[in-house]
Nanobody
């Protein structure tokens, strides 16, 4: 199993980023997928998750209305569209597949 995130970077408050996570080594369309984040000095927290067919989604209260999780099973990729970014969104963002598989993480920094 391999999960590779991309799309992080430095963005000003109010800006947008789209994270991608490409999965390989497993049947991507058979698993729900999640995004987590970990800010400095804080525990890792669930940001959003999506069912294996992409129909069902769930969000942390702190990102509802600003972030959108989606997936393209033909491309074995899950996305996280992040809009109206705030400094509190600064963290390393991780892709997660059920049963303990994590990506390496991608840094998102929201700062002016």
């Amino acid at each position: 199993v391999q999960l590779v995130e991309s799309g992080g970077g430095l963005v000003q408050p109010g800006g947008s980023l789209r994270l991608s996570c490409a999965g390989s080594g497993f049947t991507f369309s058979s698993y729900p997928m999640s995004w987590y984040r970990q800010a400095p000095g804080k525990e890792r927290e669930l940001v959003a998750d999506i069912t294996k067919d992409g129909v069902g989604t769930n969000y942390a209260d702190s990102v509802k209305g600003r972030f959108t999780i989606s997936r393209d099973n033909a491309k074995n990729t899950v996305y996280l569209q992040m809009n109206s970014l705030k400094p509190d969104d600064t963290a390393v963002y991780y892709c997660y597949k059920r049963f303990g598989f994590w990506g390496q993480g991608t840094q998102v920094t929201v700062s002016s």
